[in-house]
């Protein structure tokens, strides 16, 4: 019997993408901008790709289920303006304390997904709003800074280890605890089923809305410790600093080779896909490119892996 020649599809290289990204990224920029790899350089990216690498990771989850979190900006903001208020009264203790309250924006996201059976993204949209009403509510005449005499309470998270920032080093035990998460819990592995067929998963025994209500709950969780992390790099309860990071985060991790259709990913993936969009982002900025720009780059981008990495011959054209 002849072998039957098989058709060629650019998604079938999908995996390698964001490895092949980030080296154009880096290998362009550092020709164009000499000092764009030199340690101080690097050291500012790691500490601008921190609180992002968090909230990526934790949102691509809800993208696993074939979900969409697009409250994640805004209870960064959230998350920010209540850790730059009340980090001087609290001290340290308010990052778990903004974790309790990511997982609880996170819980009411996924209950109301899962149990009145809307859609993830009709949810998301609508606790938005709810989100950035607390925090300009809180923060009305704009950014409120930490006052200096408390600021020795935060300026641990952008000091240096063996020359890596403390909070970038979080951010990666973050997510290297996604990652285990991910491939060696039944919770993981269910997100996953869920995400590659919801009603196969169900015949299968898998508790679809636990799995669809974990998934939210992470992502919640790593949009408030990101919160908490542009609080302490700030020195600031800024209310708006979310509004840009939901596509960012969304981009980070298509480009990272996750399926937008759910079922396909992994937070390892979505960690080189941060990194590709910092350095797209400070190699823009050391540019002096105009910020409006690099939102309009960052979206191309989106477009561009959701593109690469959906699978032309049908399973990721199913919309869920």
């Known amino acids: 019997m002849a072998n039957k020649k098989k058709s060629f599809s650019i998604s079938d290289y999908s995996k390698y993408m964001c490895l092949i990204s980030i080296v154009l990224v880096f290998g362009i920029f550092s020709i164009v901008i000499p000092n764009f790899i030199g340690a101080y350089s690097l050291q500012n990216m790691m500490i601008e790709a921190a609180p992002l690498l968090l909230m990526a990771g934790g949102l691509s989850f809800v993208i696993y289920t074939g979900g969409i979190d697009l409250g994640a900006g805004p209870m960064v903001s959230c998350t920010c303006v209540l850790t730059g208020i009340y980090v001087a009264r609290f001290g ?95 919770y993981g592995k269910s997100i996953y089923a869920v995400g590659a067929n919801v009603s196969a998963a169900r015949l299968a025994g898998v508790d679809t809305d636990k799995a669809q209500i974990s998934a939210f709950v992470m992502s919640g969780a790593c949009s408030a410790l990101a919160g908490a992390f542009y609080a302490y790099k700030l020195k600031s309860a800024v209310p708006t600093v979310g509004d840009a990071l939901t596509l960012t985060a969304i981009a980070s991790v298509a480009l990272g080779g996750t399926s937008m259709a759910g079922g396909r990913g992994s937070v390892l993936r979505t960690l080189i896909g941060v990194v590709t969009i910092t350095g797209v982002t400070s190699g823009l900025n050391m540019m002096g490119v105009d910020p409006l720009w690099k939102n309009i780059v960052i979206g191309i981008i989106l477009i561009a892996a959701v593109c690469l990495n959906s699978d032309t011959k049908g399973r990721d054209l199913i919309i869920k």
């Open 92 to 186: 340290n203790v308010i990052i778990p304390i903004m974790l309790v309250v990511g997982l609880a924006m996170g819980l009411l996201n996924g209950l109301l997904v899962t149990k009145l059976k809307l859609p993830s993204f009709i949810v998301t949209l609508c606790t938005t709003n709810f989100w950035s009403y607390i925090a300009l509510t809180l923060c009305p005449n704009g950014s409120e800074i930490i006052p200096m005499d408390k600021r020795f309470m935060v300026k641990w998270a952008t000091q240096k280890m063996a020359g890596i920032p403390v909070v970038f080093i979080i951010a990666l035990l973050g997510i290297l605890l996604l990652f285990i998460f991910q491939q060696y819990t039944v």
